[in-house]
């Protein structure tokens, strides 16, 4: 469930534009006006806003913002902004550009690949492709080495069936494979990233539960048991982001505030990205997991117009 | 280029479902009325005439053809009249469901993962889960063993970049890598997988002319030295349709009437799948190959209504 609180009578795109470009004019920038209207607008109606604003004031609204803002804020909004698909196949792009990379940086891919639908992945390949001139798959492939770039290049090719249809019998022999391999160390077994990466995620669901209760331990459990290569690490998010995104995310959050200093890259992606998809039931579990409310650890962290925008996405601000 | 001739006024879809409805009535039908109508018009044109039918007249119009017509008839004209993308869905399960199939009958995959568009091969695999309720990837892994499973996998997954950018350096290194597997006969090595089932069309062709210039054969030709398995044989199907399509299919058309015989099936996929793309490009390479003309290699194989449909696709029926 989304948390942005669209208000109950939405204006026009025309009305929308015209505030957002009153809030551009004059001394300063009127980030409270552009946080009220774009924070609780939804990606449809974001849109048609981007649209009608380069009809009505012939200059693209995203290069606007960008001139306007800056820091965390700007990239918070930008981001929010840019059509879901394109967000992530930007998010995506970033990464494989990166220079100095780590493996967490990859977990951007994984969250792509496996939390979201088969028919936004879909969309993402083809606007990467459009945007960069060559298939995410490429890029993977030249910025990506082995077994971690194979395994990438097949979780983001999946178009997993989108139903939730399980076949018990075949959970139950799937645990065991997976079983098998886990018990050889083997992370690169191609059943294993075959069974990964094609399967619906209420079959994995069913095969991972089948794996707890025939082997005591859980995959993910067992898969932190082979070591800490980045291949295991790029394993355990993609387990988690199939078995429980909205735990998978509530740890992004902690993670990127947890200590001195915040990863703010992190903290926008998180909050930025499933606002509108499970932001409530991530906020959920993240006050399951460490006992005080998503929004007070975010509030405390962040400041500003930077601030007041998150807490407009999580619709704790009117 | 497309050999199908639509007339230059074409009748509206109102009119055409008429005279469908009339051919169908009283003792017999009118085959020819059939084939001069549905076999002149194209997929956008039969598309509406299938809504319309519908519409007008309260049943399917591939129901009702199914009905009426018989044998090979009815199954290229039904062929035909399915949307490109579920007529490639459905020959692709039939041909995973069969009970004993050769590796001939996988081709029909190999074709439709990479010789045609991208896009296309994405709007296969969406209906495919809607037809199926699982994916088409799945349906790979349940019924085809690995290796040849875990390639064609790759395979339908890819999403090539649709543009001709080509990297020369690239082609070179790749056809190094290339040479290097195909040396140690290590068919299923994971970058001679990626690389053909990743790359864009263009810069593969690239890659396949720096191989036959660096090594003297063409990368065709060093698969099927490394012998007569069903992975060579898939990989063979694979460079072939990637490098020369048209030449692939006017191989498919020979075999298919090739000796006593003929294979009916291949002969309509063939005709049916490629009238609209590249059919004309295939008669000549027809032509190239064998030193006969492919509508006199055809007619000699095939009569009636069956031979009438075929001629008109081929656009040598007035």
Partial sequence: MSTIRVPEEVPTPIQDS???????????????????????????????????????????????????????????????????????????????????????????IIEIACATSPHHLMAVRQIYCSLFDCSLEEDITTYISSPLGKVLVNLVSSYRYDGEVIDMNLAKSEAATLR????????????????????????????????????????????????????????????????????????????????IGTDEDSLTRAIVSRAEIDMMGIRGEYYNANKISLDNAVLDDTSGDYENFLMTLLGTRA
């Fill in 18 to 108: 015209s505030r957002l470009n009153q809030a551009f004019q004059g001394w300063g920038t009127d980030e409270k006006t552009i946080v009220s209207i774009l924070g609780r607008r939804n990606a449809t109606q974001r849109r048609e806003i981007r649209q009608v604003y380069q009809q009505v004031y012939k200059e693209s609204l995203i290069g606007r913002l960008e001139a306007e803002l800056s820091g965390d804020f700007k990239n918070a909004v930008i981001l929010w902004m840019l059509d879901p698909p394109k967000r992530d196949a930007k998010l995506a792009n970033e990464v494989l550009k990166m220079k100095k990379k780590g493996v967490d940086h990859l977990k951007v």
């Fill in 180 to 259: 098998g391999t886990i018990e050889k160390k083997q992370l690169d077994n191609e059943y294993l990233v075959l069974i990964l990466s094609t399967r619906n995620i209420y079959q994995l669901r069913a095969t991972f539960i089948c794996y707890l209760q025939t082997y005591g331990n859980s995959l993910y459990q067992d898969i932190k048991s082979c070591g800490s290569s980045d291949l295991a690490s790029i394993l355990r998010a993609v387990v988690w982001c199939i078995d429980a995104p909205e735990k998978y995310f509530a740890e992004v959050v902690r993670a990127s505030i947890a200590g």
